[in-house]
């Protein structure tokens, strides 16, 4: 079990001895391990990527160099690509996830047509407050499925007139059959949330992962096989 935010565990060991920059990496690897998200060659849009572990992990699941594919990573953080376990298929982009338009996100991706899978790994600035918390933290699950899909709201209904998105005419900037990856505080609306994902994936998942500490509500939903 991991122990209390801040103090050493085995996971901080490892990620130390292994090279990852935090032992976040570890949640990816596991996800990865279960779900096979990331596929070689794959084209990887990873939101809030600071400070750099799941582009690690991201990195290596792409396979070898010559199987192609590229990481990139957004934070609001300036963000540099870490030097173990990455290569030059990874680079990263200073910007806010929350007023990403989806064009400007598809411009980041190979000749502009989208990416194949996203990660969010976007938390927001815990301030102790349960219920505030666990609402910031959908808002920024809506985010990131507002830019992976076309016709979403950040009220998290299917109605494309939300005027606080101004793009939500565009086509999201995930593929067709791709996978989307999103950090959540456990809450009364992750239920809602994870089942209007399910309406647009083949498949919807919740994990929780052995590397998550103890003291922490989040758990991660994932979405599997976007459908158009």
């Not at 849009?45 to 990195?59: E, N």
């Not at 200073?94 to 989806?102: E, G, H, I, Q």
């Not at 994902?197 to 500490?213: I, N, Q, W």
Request: charged share 25%; proline share 4%.
């Amino acid at each position: 079990m991991s122990g209390a935010a801040g103090s050493p565990d085995f996971f901080c060991r490892q990620a130390q001895r292994l090279g990852y920059v935090a032992r976040s990496a570890f949640k990816l690897l596991e996800m990865q391990k279960q779900y096979k998200l990331i596929t070689p060659g794959a084209s990887v849009l990873d939101l809030g990527c600071a400070p750099g572990a799941w582009l690690q992990v991201a990195c290596q699941s792409l396979g070898p160099l010559e199987k192609g594919g590229v990481v990139v990573g957004v934070d609001v953080k300036k963000v540099k690509v870490p030097s173990s376990h990455c290569d030059s298929r990874v680079r990263t982009v200073c910007a806010d996830a929350m007023t990403l338009l989806k064009d400007h996100a598809r411009a980041l991706s190979p000749q502009e047509k989208g990416f194949s899978v996203i990660l969010s790994d976007m938390c927001p600035v815990v301030s102790g407050i349960t219920t505030k918390d666990a609402a910031l933290s959908v808002e920024l699950g809506r985010r990131a499925l507002s830019l992976a899909v076309s016709k979403v709201s950040l009220s998290g209904s299917a109605d494309d007139s939300d005027d606080r998105e101004p793009d939500a005419n565009e086509a999201g900037v995930l593929r067709r059959g791709g996978n989307l990856v999103i950090k959540l505080l456990e809450s009364e609306d992750v239920q809602g949330f994870s089942k209007f994902c399910k309406s647009r994936f083949k498949k919807a998942s919740m994990l929780r992962p052995k590397a998550t500490r103890s003291c922490s509500r989040e758990i991660y939903l994932i979405c599997q096989g976007l459908l158009k």
